[in-house]
């Protein structure tokens, strides 16, 4: 399953991170060369096995649906890029 | 009287106890030593000030008899992944510069009650995804050791990574102890190239709310130090039940230091037949037989034990790392926090953010992750994957029905010179091939300074324990420890 550079280019997109079409290639072989190397897995029997979600054996914890936090405001834009008023500021969604 | 800077956490605590020397002393020397190696460039920012203000806060706990434990006026470092409130927390990643956190991680937050002292932050592999702590944006961090002979004499040694930065502070005497995180061997294999002790406690062991994420389902904190008992002494500080992760576990933390008797009568001690791998160095597989030789003259029983699917560990590691690190890393997008970009458009805007924010390691492992989670390709790669993870942890629950730990070498060679294995991520990715079966087990696992190779850099060897086994892990390591009589020093 070779990866081509338009699938490259596809999975940049969704992985939001500009590539330019120079890097496509090289990039292309990176993970195939990657992608390659992990194919090894098919030889493992795997044949009803649980896929692992847990390593720990613990029940999932519940807690009691308390407001424990909040009113930080200023705290949680002290680290934006650009704020305004109280309010994060972002590029224009909306034409 | 040795220098301050020389003393273990266990001996400074015994000093201070004592009134020998005050904790403001004590990080005095510490940060006159910290100046004189800034050529390591290990701490990417150091805390002075604070330093101070917390020593002169222990001495006068302690002047009034409320000294609160064996950490209280120990100066620590610690590694860039953990949020410190209003000290730089990037990741060592360009995409957080600047990062000052309104909020404290849990484990620091535990250490600093328990009476620590912050030295500084130390750097690491970008987002904790190195081996060799080349790809830190401030720059390598150097291995305070150098090779006394061989093909790298006289260069840079990288000091393992991603915790490297602590690591390298570490076994320079820059720090008396310093935290890590261990992913996939992030804590071990440093340990190891820097012939200092690092302990990966079991999954749940640590909270790990406000350490930056990576993959959460292996992430996890543990202490570097100089000595099994320092390992001991700051595991105790820094575990703990959380109620802000819920994948913290609700155990009651023993002094681990108990552990540490000093006898392993009886102990059975698993070698796996799997870890005999081709190409591993000769002096590597001659250390580990004298591994087993010193815990078997202690009385230990040693027992042959196989896991079967060893070899399959670092490659479904590399599905299942990235993939959990592509969802993490979806957070930086230039809006909230961090580095932003502008583009022609908010689309362009994240794109042109990420790319200039992210290294190149970093990138590879989102874009394989995205790939793997993709429609279509999910069941293939990140199922399968986890389906390999279960057979790993079925063989370590197997061999743990026969043994109480298992011992292996740490890493497949020694520290190597800055510059190599940088263009090979695959070469990259095999030093933690000893290291990653018990990360996806979730399993805890010290390395432990045992030797030094005949170009005199510094060789660990691993003991793995089953979930929750810290102590047996500890007891084992203590008795490796007083066998090697390791004190050679960079």
């Keep these: 399953m070779a990866l081509d550079t338009d699938t490259v280019k596809r999975i940049a997109r969704l992985a939001r991170i500009h590539v330019d079409e120079a890097d496509l290639a090289p990039l292309a072989d990176e993970l195939n060369n990657i992608l390659g190397w992990v194919e090894q897995l098919e030889e493992v029997d795997t044949d009803g096995v649980e896929p692992m979600t847990s390593v720990v054996e613990m029940v999932q914890r519940l807690r009691a649906d308390e407001v424990t936090d909040g009113g930080v405001r200023d705290k949680v834009l002290a680290n934006a890029p650009e704020s305004d008023d109280g309010f994060f500021v972002v590029p224009k969604v909306i034409e | 009287m040795a220098k301050l800077t020389d003393l273990t956490i266990a001996e400074a605590g015994v000093g201070l106890a004592a009134g020998d020397f005050t904790a403001r002393e004590l990080t005095d020397a510490y940060l006159l030593e910290m100046e004189a190696s800034r050529g390591l460039n290990a701490y990417f920012e150091e805390t002075p000030e604070r330093a101070r203000e917390m020593a002169e806060a222990s001495d006068a706990r302690r002047g009034r008899g409320e000294a609160s434990g064996p950490l209280d006026g120990i100066p ?18 360009r995409i957080l510069e600047g990062f000052r956190p309104t909020y404290e991680s849990t484990v620091t937050q535990q250490l600093w ?36 002979g061989g093909d790298a004499a006289g260069k840079d040694m990288v000091p393992g990574g991603s915790s490297g930065g602590s690591a390298a502070a570490v076994a320079a005497r820059i720090a008396a102890g310093a935290t890590g995180t261990d992913t996939g061997g992030s804590i071990r294999q440093p340990g190891a190239f820097c012939g200092v002790v690092g302990l990966k406690p ?7 709310w406000g350490i930056i994420a990576f993959a959460s389902s292996l992430d996890q904190a543990g202490p570097i130090t100089r ?20 994948t913290s576990v609700d155990l009651p933390v023993p002094d681990f230091t108990t552990a540490l008797t000093g006898d392993i009568r009886g102990l059975r001690v698993g070698v796996p037949a799997e870890y005999r791998m081709d190409g591993t160095p000769a ?7 004298q591994g087993v030789d010193w815990l078997c003259e202690a009385g230990a029983e040693i027992v042959n034990i196989s896991l079967p699917h060893t070899k399959y560990a ?21 809006m909230r926090y961090g580095l932003r970009v502008e ?29 793997v989670l993709s429609a279509g390709y999910y069941d293939a790669y990140y199922l399968k994957a986890q389906r390999v993870r279960t057979r790993i942890s079925e063989d370590f629950k197997s061999a743990f029905e026969n043994c109480d730990v298992i011992l292996t070498p740490t890493t497949p060679s020694t520290a190597f010179a800055l510059g190599e294995k940088q263009d090979d991520p695959i070469a990259m990715y095999l030093n933690d091939i000893f290291t990653v079966p018990a990360s996806m087990a979730g399993l805890p696992a010290i390395s432990v300074p045992a030797g030094l190779s005949a170009d005199g850099l510094p060789l660990g060897l691993h003991l793995i324990g089953p979930a929750f086994g810290e102590e047996a892990v500890l007891r084992a390591a203590d008795m490796i420890e007083r066998a090697a009589g390791f004190d050679a020093r960079p």
Excluded at chain 2, 78 to 92: M, N, P, R
Excluded at chain 2, 132 to 145: D, E, L, M, R
Aim: glycine residues 10%; aromatic residues 10%; hydrophobic residues 35%.
């Design chain 2, 76 to 93: 620590l470092a610690i590694k860039d992944l953990f949020c410190t409130e209003g000290v730089l927390s990037t990741s060592s990643s």
């Design chain 2, 113 to 148: 009650d328990a009476g620590a002292v912050l030295l500084g932050k130390t750097s690491m592999d970008e987002f904790a995804m190195g081996s060799a702590n080349i790809t830190s944006c401030y720059g390598p961090v150097i291995n305070p050791w150098k090779a006394s």
């Design chain 2, 202 to 208: 079991t999954y749940g062991r640590c909270s790990r």
């Design chain 2, 227 to 246: 000595t099994v008992r320092d390992a001991a002494i700051m595991l105790g500080g820094m575990a703990g039940y959380d109620p802000k992760d819920s």
């Design chain 2, 283 to 289: 002096e590597i597989e001659a250390l580990w037989q």
């Design chain 2, 314 to 334: 670092l490659p479904a590691y590399y599905i299942v790392a990235p993939a959990e690190a592509s969802s993490n890393l979806a957070r930086y997008d230039g």
């Design chain 2, 343 to 371: 583009g022609e458009d908010l689309t362009d805007t994240y794109e042109r953010t990420r790319e200039a924010g992210f290294g190149a390691e970093v990138k590879r492992r989102i874009m394989i992750g995205t790939y």
